[in-house]
């Protein structure tokens, strides 16, 4: 079975912990992706800032993108995957957690991003058609 690494997408970009949302979104838009991992000043994974966040939490919430920053939707411990964990554990993990991306953390260091494309990719139909089930419940 094929590991986070050998499924991610390795060239991951970051928005700062103070970066403002207006310049994540912007970096969304220029990297044609729909989250981005919130990174600090210690170059530690703070979490994940996605499209979503920005138009329910900041937007429908009457708030101005330009005067909240990536670091204040960082809600605790971000959700992760280790590197050299197979693609059982990803599948486990992103239903347990509901997410669709996950980043893949090296020791300390950010990796990479795997999504359920990455996985959909790599596995056959039936592990990824429960995952995509599990994920969409509503609570």
Do not use: F, W, Y
Not at 57 to 75: M, S
Request: proline share 4%.
């Amino acid at each position: 079975m094929p590991t986070a690494r050998e499924i991610m997408t390795n060239d991951v970009s970051c928005v700062r912990e103070q970066d403002d949302l207006r310049t994540a979104a912007r970096r969304m838009a220029e990297l044609g992706v729909g989250s981005l991992p919130i990174c600090g000043d210690d170059n530690r994974l703070k979490g994940m800032v996605t499209d979503r966040d920005i138009v329910v939490k900041v937007l429908a919430a009457g708030k101005d993108p330009a005067d909240v920053t990536a670091g204040e939707l960082a809600q605790g411990e971000a959700v992760t995957i280790g590197a050299d964990d197979d693609a059982a554990e990803i599948l486990r993990t992103m239903g347990q957690h509901k997410v669709r991306r996950l980043p893949v953390i090296d020791g300390h260091d950010l990796v990479g991003i795997v999504a359920v494309a990455d996985v959909a990719r790599s596995l056959p139909d039936r592990p990824v058609g429960d995952l995509i089930e599990a994920i969409s419940e509503r609570a």
